[in-house]
């Protein structure tokens, strides 16, 4: 069935934003779809999720940050502050009232702050489980500034922008200075993570963006969660082939 795009206005004034959503209606608990960097809503592993929950009747919600896909905003004015703010707003309005949260790779990150967040001034909306897919926690700092060389740093912090090349992509990401140093307000890695539901962590051992043992230090950072973990020898950092997206499923599926 064909969805309508729905908008939801988040911010105020300069930082006033439009973002696109896209809801189906079904049984709960609800799944919610969390993309990654420069990712959007219609990838390939959120459409499957589409076409799996419209076959088994669940609800499904999904949408792209400010500055991704068919969102209104810049991209390169785009912060982890700002991207959580835009997730707060979607599973405020829309999500079901304790759904099931799937974070690919930055959205892994975003996926374990909103849970955060919702312990502190919602309880009652904290997921009721979380499937992390090569889940880049602390990206920004850990898998960026900390492997920079001392030439790209400096560009960033001269210039405040690097424009790096992607194999995902034709354009370049550009990392700006102010992504970093907003990173640094939401770092995990340090301290212990409670989520309060379970966890099921997919990672593809030749994963070149997000290495497995990063999703193992995550794990450590878990002690008080039911944590489950698939290492998939021969995945990569999208893990989109078929039977990945069969893993996927089967992970929502053990949850609820």
């Known amino acids: 069935m064909l969805q309508e795009i729905q908008e939801i206005a988040v911010g105020e004034g300069p930082t006033a934003r439009r973002l696109a959503v896209l809801a189906r209606s079904g049984r709960e608990p609800g799944i919610v779809w969390l993309g990654g960097f420069m990712s959007d809503m219609r990838s390939t592993k959120a459409e499957a999720l589409d076409l799996w929950a419209e076959k088994a009747g669940r609800a499904y919600l999904r949408f792209d ?3 991704h896909g068919e969102s209104g905003g810049i991209f390169e004015e785009g912060t ?3 991207w959580l703010e835009d997730t707060l707003a979607v599973l405020n309005r829309f999500a079901p009232s304790r759904p099931i949260l799937v974070g690919s790779s930055m ?3 975003i996926s374990l702050l909103a849970t955060r967040e919702l312990l502190k001034v919602a309880p ?7 499937v992390l897919i090569a889940p880049a926690i602390d990206f920004t700092e850990r898998l960026m500034w900390d492997r920079f060389p001392d030439a790209i740093k400096q560009a960033i912090e001269e210039t405040g922008v690097f424009h790096r090349p992607s194999p995902y992509s034709e354009t370049p990401y550009p990392i700006t200075r102010t992504l970093i140093e907003d990173g640094r307000r939401h770092l995990l890695f340090g301290e212990t993570i409670a989520t309060g539901c379970p966890v099921h962590i997919l990672q593809g051992m030749k994963d070149p963006d997000v290495p497995w043992d990063h999703a193992m230090k995550l794990v450590e950072h ?3 969660d039911n944590v489950s973990t698939t290492l998939i020898k021969d995945g990569d950092h999208r893990l989109s082939r078929p039977e990945d997206l069969d893993r996927l499923v089967a992970a929502i599926e053990a949850i609820a």
Do not use: V
């Open 80 to 82: 982890i502050s700002r």
């Open 65 to 67: 940050y400010s500055g």
């Open 222 to 224: 878990l002690p008080g």
């Open 107 to 109: 959205g892994g990150w």
């Open 124 to 130: 009652e909306r904290a997921p009721a489980g979380i």
